[in-house]
């Protein structure tokens, strides 16, 4: 895909740019109401600005009470983003302790097999086992520079409750993780392992008791702890600032990605593909090949939940994006086999890089996503988390497809390890059996 | 900001509500959610001949956020019995209980049915307010021009945590009536008022003219009357939902909000 006329350079780690100067808050500012698309055009995957809107999605949907905290963590991450000793520290912490920079995988036995060049960027080999660390130690640094003492998170599979029970063992501050039922049951042993880390989880038994539900409690309790509390949001989602400020935290993958796959090939991927639930490890892959190359971005979804495809615009959990919803505007139960894509939203920043055509989002079903699972342990060795799974299950089909012409070379971002889904597969699997 | 004074009518919410207060009067605006069972629109009658001065009536949404355990149960009953926006609308429209109705909802219902559509089928309907919890100022515009034409006075939010140089601005787009957050958290009911409850509503009422009316914590006629000591009125919602829930009818709901008038009046 050809770069739109008018991109401007890479927004690697720039300052923070603003799209019009702050204006009183209050509605009838003429400039509150412009978007992106009326004023200068943005970097793709830039600063969102002060309103927090990507295109017509995004904003800060959220009760009077959140708001001051929202508006407060803005400015914190700002600061901290334009602060290089922040910079530093972080970058620091993800080597040292996270185990970053990750590598890239050439995957031989699966480029054979498919006829496709698969590479994996391998988010699985960081501490915790996904990509979330990224994100939760740059919320925790951050939570720490504002002086709070306790971190509250919701978690679809746990993998982001682990991580954030992780970063709060790390920063000595005290961690609650709200979890639908649903999912505490369906990922018993990262509840133990949070559990281990000295958080306290807390069973969601609300609407569909998944991920959805789980953020809603998450804010609830916000609400009521707002003054000693920072809420780590898991994915690109929520009100502004959390979509920006989480694909920020998240873009170091893309940075580094685009960096090795270059070392790798001598060019940029044809297409990088991601899975997407809230859309946190696509949005930090993108981020580093958006603006910079003219790799095809694909993300993923799960097919029972997928927001992009299936879902029209809405307001949910902060955000206006893409939603399944009803006739009345009732948000559906999203249903997968992958707990961590179990979600009827996704970040607003992909239902504007849908609308602008430079990401495409498919999905993948519990059957091919199964299959991809066990393909990929079976020809490299690893097994990949059910969620990236769904990417690698969109590559297996379109490789037979022949939509990936022969010898294209696709980066795969393995945004999380198997390890925690391997009981859940094995009762699938031997229930056949 | 200070009370800047704005030109402009007040709607029929607002004037009602002046009215009542003006003349000396508490104001008391009773929460239930609408569809929750066969008798909803009784109780609706049964709250205004119990001295309701106006009603707020939820229409459900399948994730309410600001809400506690009791109005997301009635919010889920009402859902599971079918209960939609338009259909809250057309039962109001058969209705009149002779105070204003205030309709309470997420934004993604007003968002996805239309601006426009919707604001045009609340004044159809009788409905003079509404209150989005999850559309603040910020947010809050392109929807409210569209409600202004169409006589639906737009509630806004003060909380606790707003700081005084948001106060003025959330003012001057209010419509009706201030509603004052009584403390930092869902709504559900509460032993003990919160501190913050008169606190917010002392601080509102530095930058306006319009009612203030707490609501989120106040659940019994003692609270009720606290609060009036510094506010103009109550909203009071989980309590009297819960009694619903309990299958107390109109009869109970006019017995618990009876109990929070004579207190109103008593204080
Ligand atoms: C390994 C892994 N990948 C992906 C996701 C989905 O989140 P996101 O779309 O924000 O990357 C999760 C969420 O739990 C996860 O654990």
Redesign the interface.
Same mark, same amino acid.
């Given at each position: 895909m050809a770069p739109p006329p008018g991109r401007s350079a890479p927004n690697t780690f720039g300052a923070p740019r603003q799209l019009h100067p702050p204006c009183?808050?209050?509605?009838?500012c003429e400039l $509150?109401?412009m978007t992106t698309e009326t004023t200068t055009p943005a970097a793709i995957m830039g600063d969102p600005g002060p309103?927090g809107r990507f295109g017509e999605f995004g904003? !800060? $949907?959220?009760? &009077? =009470? @959140? #708001?001051?905290?929202c508006i407060e963590l803005e400015a914190a991450f700002r600061d901290a983003w334009a602060d290089p000793a922040f910079r530093d520290e972080l970058d620091s912490i993800l080597r040292n302790y996270g185990g970053r920079p990750t590598p890239v995988t050439d995957c031989g036995r699966l480029t054979e097999q498919l006829g496709v060049r698969v590479l994996l960027k391998r988010e699985d080999l960081t501490h915790t086992g996904s990509h979330k660390l990224n994100n939760v130690i740059g919320q925790g640094l951050l939570a720490r520079r504002m002086g709070k003492r306790k971190l509250i998170a919701e978690t679809g599979a746990g993998q982001h409750g682990v991580a954030t029970a992780t970063a709060a063992a790390l920063f000595g501050m005290e961690c609650i993780v709200y979890m639908g039922e649903v999912d505490t049951q369906r990922q018993e042993l990262n509840v133990f392992r949070m559990e281990l880390l000295g958080a306290t989880v807390v069973p969601v038994t609300?609407?569909s008791r998944t991920l959805? *539900?789980a953020v809603?409690e998450a @804010? !609830?309790a916000w609400? =009521?702890s707002? *003054?000693d509390t920072h809420y780590c949001l898991g994915s690109v989602m929520g009100p502004h600032p959390y979509p920006w400020m989480v694909r920020e935290f998240q873009r170091v993958i893309g940075d580094e990605a685009r960096e090795q796959t270059r070392a790798l090939l001598g060019t940029d991927p044809d297409v990088v593909v991601a899975c997407a639930g809230g859309g946190s490890n696509a949005a930090g892959i993108f981020a580093g090949f958006a603006d910079a190359t003219s790799s095809d971005l694909v993300a993923v979804e799960a097919s029972g939940g997928a927001a992009v495809t299936t879902g029209i615009? +809405? #307001?949910?959990? +902060?955000m !206006?994006s893409a939603?399944i919803?009803d &006739? =009345? +505007?009732?948000? @559906?139960e999203a249903e997968s086999i992958s707990a961590g894509l179990d979600y009827p939203g996704i970040g607003p920043e992909h239902a504007h890089l849908a609308e602008l055509g430079r990401a495409r989002y498919e999905s993948a079903g519990d059957e091919a996503v199964l299959e991809a699972f066990q393909l990929l342990a079976r020809t490299e060795g690893i097994l990949p988390a059910l969620e990236s799974a769904h990417a690698l299950a969109w590559v297996v089909a379109a490789a037979a497809s022949g939509e990936l012409e022969p010898g294209t070379t696709v980066l795969v971002n393995l945004s999380g390890r198997g390890d925690k889904d391997v009981a859940q597969v094995r009762d699938i699997l031997r229930g056949r059996a | 900001m200070s009370a800047s004074p704005t030109i402009r009518t007040p709607g029929t919410l607002e004037s009602a509500l002046l009215t009542r207060r003006d003349a000396g009067h508490k104001l008391l605006i009773p929460y239930i959610t609408a569809g929750l069972d066969d008798e909803w629109l009784l109780v609706l009658e049964a709250l205004a001949g119990a001295g309701a001065d106006a009603i707020e009536v939820g229409v459900p949404f399948s994730d309410p956020m600001i809400d506690g355990a009791v109005i997301q149960e009635s919010s889920l009953r009402a859902l599971e019995r079918g209960t939609t926006p338009e259909g809250v609308l057309a039962d109001l429209s058969r209705v009149d209980v002779g105070v204003p109705l205030v309709v309470m909802t997420y934004y993604n219902l007003i968002y996805r049915a239309g601006h426009a559509r919707i604001a045009g089928a609340m004044h159809q309907s009788g409905v003079r307010g509404a209150i989005i919890p999850d559309l603040p100022l910020e947010e809050v515009g392109g929807w409210a021009a569209v409600a202004d034409l169409e006589d639906v006075a737009t509630v806004l939010l003060v909380a606790p945590s707003t700081p005084d140089e948001r106060i003025g601005a959330i003012c001057e787009r209010s419509r009706g009536f201030v509603y004052a957050v009584g403390r930092m958290g869902v709504t559900g009911e509460q032993a003990v008022l919160a501190d913050s409850a008169r606190e917010v509503a002392g601080r509102i009422q530095a930058h306006t003219d319009l009612p203030v009316c707490v609501g989120i914590g106040v659940s019994t006629p003692d609270q009720a009357a606290t609060v009036c000591e510094v506010a103009d009125g109550v909203v009071v919602g989980s309590a009297l939902v819960r009694r619903l829930l309990e299958g107390r009818g109109p009869d109970g709901a006019a017995e618990f909000v009876g109990s929070l008038r004579a207190a109103m009046d008593a204080g």
């Open positions: 009183p808050p209050h509605s009838d $509150y109401t309103t904003g !800060r $949907y959220v009760p &009077e =009470a @959140l #708001v001051p905290a609300s609407g959805k *539900d809603n @804010l !609830r609400v =009521a707002v *003054d615009p +809405g #307001v949910l959990h +902060g !206006r939603l919803q &006739e =009345a +505007g009732q948000i @559906l | -």
